[in-house]
């Protein structure tokens, strides 16, 4: 499995349909994925819903997915600013993620190995 | 001809509501449709299948028609117990629970297309029952997605926190999660909490 990091700038033409097909193909294809973007409700079950349609036909079983909100802060003269960026990592529906007490993120394969740590 | 004018008109009147039973795997939906069951129809027999397996509800099980009458509200209420809905599904899981690995491959096919059938009931229903297990923490994606999507659907919900038996339940958590919905903790298996749920259906539905 791959790590592949996704920036927003890179997405930003996709429509929902073309975006959650641009998902499905890459994590079917054994792909894990750390995206920037803030998902809807809806987007969110219709990967869901996809990811798993897509499991009745191949040998993959679904997506996994968590959202990572992050803070970033900058500080200037006059007053400091705190941005929220979401990000989403995406992983194949045969691997597991994990929130590790420091906070990270690491996606295992059944087997327990450790393929990414975000 | 008595009998007939009954049937014809026994419902007139009263409110339709479908209420549908969502949520995770194994947090209680089946055993809280069976208690539904047993309090408004009598019936002593189950309506959906209960076991520590995962995905033992793979098909939509309703329980039409029937009274639900709770103080001077009465409503002409159909339960809906879905199946538990999973972002990924491996058969690998059903065979720690002892399946074959043929029996374990059909399960997760079955429970796959639950999944989907589940999510498409969703725009159907009057009332959500959100039910959680509250022995686990309620980040968890399928929670968060399923209730951001009720909400877009101006769908009138209920977090059922289940599970209130066991001693690491933590209802205080789901509260704090989740401030902007009502939270109602109920144990299925022993029926604590579940005259208050019927009360908050009652209030909402």
New interface residues.
């Given amino acids: 499995m791959m790590l592949e990091f996704i920036t927003a700038r890179k997405i930003k033409n996709l429509d929902s349909s073309e975006l959650i097909d641009f998902i499905i193909d890459r994590v079917m294809d054994d792909k894990i994925l750390l995206m920037e973007k803030t998902f809807t409700p809806e987007e969110k079950l219709d990967l869901l819903t996809k990811g798993l349609t897509n499991a009745q036909t191949k040998t993959s079983k679904g997506i996994n997915m968590v959202q990572i909100p992050i803070e970033t802060k900058t500080s200037g003269k006059l007053r400091s600013k705190t941005t929220q960026i979401q990000f989403n990592l995406f992983a194949p529906g045969t691997s597991q993620i994990d929130q590790q007490e420091d906070g990270h993120y690491c996606v295992k394969s059944w087997d327990g190995k450790i393929h990414a740590t975000v | 001809m008595a009998t007939i004018f009954e049937k014809l008109f026994k419902n007139s009147g009263t409110k339709e509501r479908q209420i549908c039973l969502v949520g995770e795997p194994n947090t209680g939906k089946s055993t809280l449709a069976n208690r539904f069951s047993r309090d408004f129809t009598g019936k002593k027999e189950d309506v959906s299948p209960v076991s520590p397996i995962p995905h033992e509800t793979v098909e939509i099980t309703k329980l039409e028609h029937f009274d639900f009458q709770v103080g001077k509200k009465k409503l002409d209420v159909t339960l809906v117990d879905t199946p538990g809905?999973?972002?990924?599904?491996?058969?690998?899981e059903f065979m720690k629970h002892g399946l074959t690995q043929n029996e374990a491959i059909q399960r997760?096919?079955d429970a796959?297309?639950g999944?989907?059938n589940s999510?498409k009931y969703l725009k159907e229903v009057d009332l959500a029952l959100v039910v959680m297990d509250s022995t686990r923490p309620p980040f968890d994606?399928?929670s968060?997605?399923?209730?951001?999507?009720l909400?877009?659907h101006n769908t009138k919900t209920i977090i059922v926190a289940n599970k209130t038996d066991l001693t690491d339940a933590n209802v205080e958590l789901i509260k704090s999660t989740f401030p902007h919905i009502p939270v109602c903790p109920i144990s299925a298996l022993n029926g604590k909490g579940v005259e208050d749920l019927y009360q908050q259906i009652a209030a909402i539905a």
């Fill in positions: 809905i999973a972002q990924s599904i491996d058969y690998r997760a096919k796959t297309g999944i989907i999510i994606q399928v968060l997605t399923l209730l951001g999507t909400e877009s």
